[in-house]
């Protein structure tokens, strides 16, 4: 069988957006545009084997086009921030746009992955397969490019991401996805009551402009320390410098033991719902965002999100690794191609 997909549009340009329908035998399904690579629904069985739709997002594809939130969306080809918003590469510095602060953040709000429509080149029952293209320094970066996402919905019911990037000179690469989760339901509230466990005893430090400092520092004794389980708002409002500089949480934390293989680097659970959401990536770190700014309106069923009312574990290497020498490499090109694979699986407890 193919996949199930609807039309949800077309943009001023005329271009056609589409919504794909992935599922596999279990009940579990994944909805994906072609518009930004956007996750937009994630339905995963509760403990009483109700769906549960565990991604935050809109209904249409309208909303992405104008959000600043980056619901669901891929993000590259550069994902998080950049200082100064350059960096160097065999001597030459390239430069990208200033769009936060003096900084880089998410590549570009205009032709950044998440606001572009994606080829289509393979599709399934449970699986497609997106694509997209950059000519040589298209918004800053050297090389022609050529990237691809596949989408996966598992049978031991995993939403499975897999990246690939090539290109004919050096550059640099570092993808993710931006999905914000609530395993109660995407409209259900405040994330403080989710149960959180991470595969990470360090991680890297930020500055007021939430660029790391390059210092890798222990989580140890600081309310960044989820090596042993706890939940989300417990420590969220502690008196410490890290948390004040960002409203919260959104630090970008290093897997122990990364060493290229698929490794679980976190593990999510939910009271109400029973959902337990455990995360791995062959990628050295994750960005533990608790959506401090969040902010839309218009989302599904018409309602509006505030402030912590979803989380993302984003997969990546550290923010700003192109300019840290001691942070893992990100330059990828005619030698090296960009592989990486991250998976979100549901279970109940």
């Given at each position: 069988?193919?996949?199930?997909?609807?039309?949800?549009?077309?943009?001023?340009?005329?271009?056609?957006?589409?919504?794909?329908?992935?599922?596999?035998?279990?009940?579990?399904?994944a909805?994906?545009?072609?518009y930004?690579?956007v996750?937009?629904?994630?339905?995963?069985?509760?403990?009483?084997?109700?769906?549960?739709?565990?991604?935050?997002?809109?209904?249409?594809?309208e909303?992405?086009?104008?959000?600043?939130?980056?619901?669901?969306?891929?993000?590259?080809?550069?994902?998080?921030r950049?200082?100064?918003?350059?960096?160097?590469?065999?001597g030459?510095?390239?430069?990208?746009?200033?769009?936060?602060?003096?900084?880089?953040?998410?590549?570009?709000?205009?032709?950044?992955?998440?606001?572009?429509?994606?080829?289509?080149?393979?599709?399934?029952?449970n699986?497609?397969?997106?694509?997209?293209?950059?000519?040589?320094?298209?918004?800053?970066?050297?090389?022609?490019?050529?990237?691809t996402?596949?989408?996966?919905?598992?049978?031991d019911n995993?939403?499975?991401?897999?990246?690939?990037?090539?290109?004919?000179?050096?550059?640099?690469?570092?993808?993710?996805?931006?999905?914000?989760f609530?395993?109660?339901?995407?409209?259900?509230?405040?994330?403080?009551?989710?149960?959180a466990?991470f595969?990470?005893?360090?991680?890297?430090?930020?500055?007021?402009?939430?660029?790391?400092?390059?210092?890798?520092?222990?989580?140890?004794?600081t309310?960044?320390?989820?090596?042993?389980?706890?939940?989300?708002?417990?420590?969220i409002?502690?008196?410490?410098?890290?948390?004040?500089?960002?409203?919260g949480?959104?630090?970008?934390?290093?897997?122990?033991?990364?060493?290229?293989?698929?490794?679980?680097?976190?593990?999510?659970?939910?009271?109400?719902?029973?959902?337990?959401m455990?995360?791995?990536?062959?990628?050295?770190?994750?960005?533990?965002?608790?959506?401090?700014?969040?902010?839309?309106?218009?989302?599904?069923?018409?309602?509006?999100?505030?402030?912590?009312?979803?989380?993302?574990?984003?997969?990546?290497?550290p923010?700003?690794?192109?300019?840290e020498?001691?942070?893992?490499d990100?330059i990828?090109?005619?030698?090296?191609?960009?592989?990486s694979?991250?998976?979100?699986?549901?279970?109940?407890?």
């Amino acid at each position: 069988m193919g996949v199930m997909k609807e039309a949800l549009g077309k943009l001023p340009d005329g271009s056609e957006v589409w919504a794909y329908h992935l599922k596999n035998t279990h009940g579990v399904e994944a909805v994906i545009l072609n518009y930004g690579g956007v996750i937009r629904n994630l339905f995963v069985p509760d403990r009483d084997g109700k769906p549960v739709d565990v991604a935050l997002g809109y209904d249409g594809y309208e909303g992405y086009t104008g959000a600043s939130c980056f619901l669901g969306a891929a993000i590259g080809p550069a994902a998080n921030r950049v200082a100064k918003a350059q960096y160097v590469i065999d001597g030459v510095t390239y430069h990208l746009p200033v769009n936060e602060n003096d900084n880089n953040l998410h590549t570009d709000d205009k032709l950044g992955f998440h606001r572009r429509v994606w080829a289509v080149t393979e599709e399934a029952e449970n699986r497609i397969t997106l694509r997209t293209e950059d000519a040589d320094g298209a918004i800053g970066f050297p090389g022609n490019r050529v990237f691809t996402i596949t989408y996966t919905v598992t049978e031991d019911n995993a939403l499975e991401l897999r990246y690939h990037g090539t290109s004919d000179r050096r550059t640099y690469m570092n993808i993710t996805n931006h999905s914000y989760f609530h395993l109660a339901g995407e409209a259900a509230g405040y994330i403080g009551d989710h149960v959180a466990q991470f595969m990470a005893s360090k991680y890297t430090p930020v500055r007021a402009d939430s660029v790391p400092t390059g210092e890798i520092a222990d989580v140890s004794g600081t309310a960044l320390d989820f090596t042993t389980a706890k939940p989300m708002g417990r420590d969220i409002e502690a008196d410490e410098e890290q948390l004040h500089l960002v409203s919260g949480y959104d630090h970008n934390f290093c897997i122990d033991g990364a060493d290229g293989t698929l490794r679980t680097f976190a593990v999510v659970s939910h009271p109400a719902t029973g959902i337990v959401m455990t995360c791995a990536t062959d990628l050295p770190a994750f960005q533990f965002y608790s959506g401090n700014f969040l902010k839309t309106e218009g989302t599904k069923g018409g309602r509006s999100y505030k402030r912590r009312e979803g989380f993302c574990l984003e997969t990546q290497v550290p923010p700003n690794s192109i300019n840290e020498p001691a942070f893992p490499d990100c330059i990828y090109g005619p030698e090296k191609d960009y592989d990486s694979v991250t998976q979100y699986r549901f279970s109940v407890q």
